[in-house]
């Protein structure tokens, strides 16, 4: 049945070191394999009884590799994972299976080795049991951030700015009062909410939207990370502001030299800050390769309905219908179609995507797609 | 009944919300006009009045806020000027209604559908069976795009999109003349944002209804829209068919704000406007855009901008237009 899941099958014995050596190396500062994030659903008394489990697979076998210093967009619909994947990549939440691997700063990496975590090849070490010592999470917390999609709900209300982007360093022990407060002074400057002094002892609520998102980027940024997670940074901020707050993370980005993994559903958003643009579907990702390439010529079924179903401001749209390839809405992650998981949807589906799961395929260089259509026989 | 062509005149509106730390002036002598079978688009950023204006035109403004001057003529008869008992028996829902931001969201966990929606009917047509209404209900679930079938299914078994349908099949319950939908598509997906916009525009075609839709996306207002209402701190700063605001902007807002969407062809360029907009409880004096405004004159700072009539209907409020 498609609900049960062996858990022990899924941790298949792989050797993580093989397949790192496998690889052609091309700077990357994060790797995943096969990455799966599997959460159990409540179960009523005849489940429990019968043993039964069920889960939503939020992330069902994802690999990407996101180079130092680029942007790598994760981009899809609301319940596709790309969420939960940003979330478990900086440990937020642990793997269910699979592998994240990441290069370090070297003074991390000293840290790491004298605490007796070995790398697994070079300078890379495997995130998996490290995210499980509290004590590791909390050490990787420096170098892996992340920037919440909702500067409403994500800031404490009833603390002030200054607590807010101090209390990571709190956590982290610098216990120089002095020093934590010229490096808050220092990130307050550096995202604009100058001068500093004005904003400290506000309180959210007396912040616009875009300062809030800004405070929310201070606070992600105080520790000095290598690798942020912006999840929706701009989605909940008008549209005259949101180039704006874009333009900082790049400018941040160039000056602290960032690696970034935007979360997004807004391919025309991606576009302008993205380097390299994976789209995901139901837990995987459907077509990965550079931004330009992917919204210019989307291989995908899926890249192109997303592609044509966003709206241009351009009035002779309103003359005309949408045309809408798709059908209906994502499935739930409870019950996954077999086969190609897009094909319930998909108006090209013929036999083998209702049989087999397509695989990732390389149509022209860094430019791939899993889809049965460009399957060569 | 008036058959003029015109459906609806808000002449000189003013809403005004009376907390403790001042009046907020949240509409601020607004005017426009709306034929029968039109569409408007009001488009402004958050905080500049476009859901107060809406609440003002179904007179449901919550407290402290106030209609406090202006007139909304709908169908020639100044709705503002008559009692809540009559305005409530046929006018709010029966002529004109609403489909309020994030309404997906508040239907009832605990009944399904198809109930949902009869109540609308047995609450506002007086001698309707409780059956009927309920055939009634599947019809309009049949109308916007839902399986009657469904009827019987409880929100949560509904996905975002069907839910958003339900909301538009209880605005469109009674057979209104005037459809308001506020940010209707802000919650869903961009597929699903397109299927709501192409079910919006066939049931304006198919119900010949007018419909003002209310977004700060003004790529969503030209998927739709004849007209545009370009707002800004209170007041329209730029009003005209689509065509022409969107291949010439005339205030220096609109033009920012249309260059200010992210779009997926053409050159990719980050631009946005500077600053933020202003306190309503104590706007700027002159033309409210003035502190943002590249072209800042002094007399912008000085005087409030008249409403200049381009020709073709068209209006700016803005200094670099009016005649020396």
Same mark, same amino acid.
């Given at each position: 049945m498609q609900n049960h899941i062996d858990l022990e099958l899924l941790n298949e014995v792989r050797d993580v070191k093989e397949l790192l050596s496998n690889i052609h190396l091309n700077n990357e500062i994060m790797i995943t394999f096969n990455l799966k994030k599997y959460f159990p659903v409540r179960l009523g008394i005849i489940d429990v009884l019968l043993r039964r489990k069920i889960y939503v697979k939020a992330v069902d076998g994802i690999s990407f590799r996101v180079?130092?210093?680029?942007?790598?967009?994760?981009a899809g619909e609301s319940g596709c994972g790309k969420t939960t994947t940003g979330r478990t990549v900086i440990g937020l939440t642990l793997p269910t299976s699979g592998y994240v691997i990441y290069k370090p700063r070297r003074e991390l990496a000293k840290e790491l080795i004298e605490?007796?975590?070995?790398?697994?090849?070079?300078?890379?070490?495997?995130?998996?049991?490290?995210?499980?010592?509290?004590?590791?999470?909390?050490?990787?917390?420096?170098?892996?951030?992340?920037?919440?999609?909702?500067?409403?709900?994500?800031?404490?209300?009833?603390?002030?700015?200054?607590?807010?982007?101090?209390?990571?360093?709190?956590?982290?022990?610098?216990?120089?009062?002095?020093?934590?407060?010229?490096?808050?002074?220092?990130?307050?400057?550096?995202?604009?909410?100058?001068?500093?002094?004005?904003?400290?002892?506000?309180?959210?609520h007396q912040l616009s939207g875009g300062q809030r998102q800004r405070v929310v980027v201070a606070r992600a940024l105080v520790l000095n990370p290598r690798f942020i997670v912006a999840d929706e940074p701009v989605s909940m901020l008008d549209v005259s502001i949101r180039a704006e707050i874009l333009k900082l993370m790049l400018e941040l980005k160039e000056r602290r030299g960032l690696t970034y993994l935007f979360i997004t559903h807004d391919l025309a958003t991606a576009r302008l800050i993205c380097n390299r643009i994976a789209v995901m579907y139901l837990g995987k990702i459907v077509e990965l390769g550079p931004t330009d390439v992917v919204i210019g010529n989307p291989l995908h079924p899926y890249t192109r309905a997303l592609v044509a179903a966003i709206p241009e401001p351009d009035p002779s749209n309103r003359l005309k219908m949408r045309k809408l390839d798709i059908k209906g809405e994502v499935p739930s992650a409870i019950n996954i179609p077999p086969g190609c998981r897009f094909h319930p949807r998909c108006p090209y589906t013929f036999d083998r995507c209702r049989e087999a799961e397509p695989p990732v395929m390389e149509i022209e260089p860094d430019h791939y797609v899993s889809c049965w259509l460009y399957a060569k026989e | 009944m008036s058959t003029s062509e015109y459906l609806l005149h808000v002449s000189d509106l003013k809403i005004y919300y009376y907390t403790y730390e001042g009046v907020v002036r949240a509409v601020d002598g607004v005017s426009f006009s709306i034929k029968r079978g039109e569409a408007l688009g009001?488009?402004?950023?958050?905080?500049?009045?476009?859901?107060?204006?809406?609440?003002?035109?179904?007179?449901?403004?919550?407290t402290p806020g106030k209609i406090v001057g202006g007139k909304v003529i709908f169908d020639g008869v100044d709705i503002l000027q008559l009692s809540e008992n009559e305005f409530k028996r046929s006018y709010r829902w029966k002529r004109i209604s609403m489909v309020f931001q994030g309404a997906m969201n508040s239907l009832d966990p605990v009944k399904n559908i198809g109930k949902q929606i009869a109540d609308v009917i047995l609450t506002h047509e007086e001698g309707t069976s409780k059956s009927e209404a309920y055939r009634k209900a599947t019809e309009l679930l049949k109308l916007v795009g839902i399986d009657p079938a469904r009827a019987k299914s409880?929100?949560?078994?509904?996905?975002?999109? %069907?839910?958003?349908?339900?909301?538009?099949? %209880?605005?469109?319950? +009674?057979?209104?003349?005037?459809?308001?939908?506020?940010?209707?598509?802000?919650?869903?997906?961009?597929?699903?944002?397109?299927?709501?916009?192409?079910?919006?525009?066939?049931?304006?075609?198919?119900?010949? %209804? =007018?419909?003002?839709?209310?977004?700060?996306? +003004? =790529?969503?207002?030209?998927?739709?829209?004849?007209?545009?209402a370009i707002m800004y701190a209170g007041k329209i700063v730029e009003l005209g068919r689509m065509e022409d605001i969107y291949e010439d902007p005339k205030h220096p807002y609109t033009s920012k704000l249309l260059r200010s969407i992210p779009r997926l062809r053409g050159k990719a360029s980050l631009e946005w406007i500077?600053?933020?907009?202003?306190?309503?409880?104590?706007?700027?004096?002159?033309?409210?855009?003035?502190?943002?405004?590249?072209?800042? %004159?002094?007399?912008?700072?000085?005087?409030?901008?008249?409403?200049? =009539?381009l020709g073709r209907n068209r209006f700016v409020s803005c200094w670099l237009h009016a005649k020396r």
């Open positions: 180079r130092e210093g680029e942007v790598f967009c994760l605490l007796g975590y070995e790398p697994i090849k070079g300078d890379y070490f495997l995130l998996n049991d490290l995210f499980k010592v509290r004590k590791i999470n909390k050490l990787l917390r420096r170098e892996l951030q992340i920037i919440f999609q909702d500067p409403y709900s994500a800031l404490n209300p009833r603390h002030t700015v200054g607590y807010i982007v101090e209390e990571p360093l709190i956590i982290q022990g610098l216990k120089d009062r002095e020093e934590r407060r010229r490096m808050v002074y220092q990130v307050l400057r550096d995202v604009k909410l100058t001068p500093p002094e004005d904003f400290i002892s506000r309180r959210p | 009001i488009a402004g950023e958050s905080g500049c009045g476009k859901s107060t204006l809406a609440y003002g035109l179904l007179r449901i403004v919550p409880y929100p949560h078994e509904l996905s975002g999109g %069907m839910k958003q349908r339900v909301v538009i099949a %209880m605005a469109l319950a +009674l057979n209104p003349d005037l459809l308001i939908a506020d940010e209707p598509t802000t919650a869903l997906d961009v597929v699903v944002q397109a299927q709501i916009i192409n079910l919006l525009k066939d049931l304006k075609g198919k119900l010949r %209804m =007018s419909l003002i839709l209310i977004t700060h996306d +003004l =790529s969503i207002i030209a998927e739709i829209a004849d007209k545009v500077p600053g933020q907009p202003p306190d309503l409880k104590n706007p700027p004096p002159g033309c409210r855009f003035h502190p943002r405004c590249p072209h800042a %004159m002094d007399r912008c700072r000085r005087e409030e901008p008249p409403v200049i =009539s």
